[in-house]
Structure formats: C-alpha cells, structure tokens
C-alpha cells in the first residue's frame, strides 16, 4: 500500500490552482489572505501550525534554558577570557577539594572530578566573560611507579581562544584540572 506524500497546507494551497477558491467579489484570494488564515504570520504558530518555542531560548538536556545568540556583529568580545583569573580558580577549588584526600580511591575520585568539574565551571560563570563556551575537565591519576604524558591538541583561533591549567601532586596521585575557553562568535 502507498502512502500518501505529505504536502503541507500552505505548499498546497499555492501550488494546486483548483484549491484556489474564489471570495464574494469574484477575486481570487491574495497571499496575504491565505497566510492569516494558515496563522503562519503571527507570533505563537510556526510554518507547521506548531506552537513556536521562546525566541530567547532554547530548552537544552535536562530542561534547562539554553540561551539563544543572535548575530551581533562583533568582532571582540567585552569581557574576554582571561586566563590569569581562571588559574586562580583551578587552584583555589582543586586545592580545597583534595585537602583531606589522601588515599587514591577510584570511585572516589571520580565523583570528586565530576563535583570539581561543576564548582570549576560555576565559579567561571560568575566572571561572566562574554561569548565563551568553557571545556572543563579534571583528572586524578593514581601513582604506582609509572611515568606520566599528557597531550592537548587544540584548532582554534591563537587570538581570542586560550586554556587554563592547574597540576596538583600528592605521594598519592595526581590532578590535573583543564579549562578552555572558546570564542563563540
């Protein structure tokens, strides 16, 4: 069995000559007419005839609001990323997270990443700089004997782009705390 091919109302109306019906006065409609009847110009009913969401925002995961950016056209931001000020962060919250962590514990020091990670990324909120998406990771590796390399590999933009770190060393582990921030333009 076929189905149908799906035509939306408005397609089908300017494109079907015999669905065309003619007014009282012996017109035919106009395309102002047949667009206020399909309510496609007013404010709460979208192309489809679907209630539209917020101009200013977008519900993201989790149902919070995402802000939505319209083009600004401006090449620089206000308030740029600042890496001095986000390596004070790393260091404060890192710094007072492990304080009475001694012992390496690797379901421990997970969720203790994903709280640091969250507190990073809250207090990088507050400086509110402008435009920036942020990457916050943070990792602590157990120490057994073994050497360690780590590697970061950015494409980004070397002028208005930059990354924040913070290492941290017990006779335990290791924690390595990495901010980046993005430019969203």
Known sequence: MRHPRHVSPVSARQTDP???SLTSGGKRPSRRDS???AGIGSST???VGLPRASIAFK???GGFKVPRYQNTYQLESPNPFKADAVDKILENVVKTTLTDVKVYDSKGCMK???DMAMEIRKQIF???FMRYKYIVTVTIIQKSGQGIHTGLGFIWDAEKDSYSTFVHETLEYYAIAIVAGVYYD
């Open 18 to 20: 015999s669905r065309l």
């Open 112 to 114: 203790l990443c994903q």
């Open 35 to 37: 667009i206020s009847r």
């Open 59 to 61: 519900t993201g995961k």
């Open 126 to 128: 507050k400086k509110d």
């Open 45 to 47: 009913v979208s192309l």
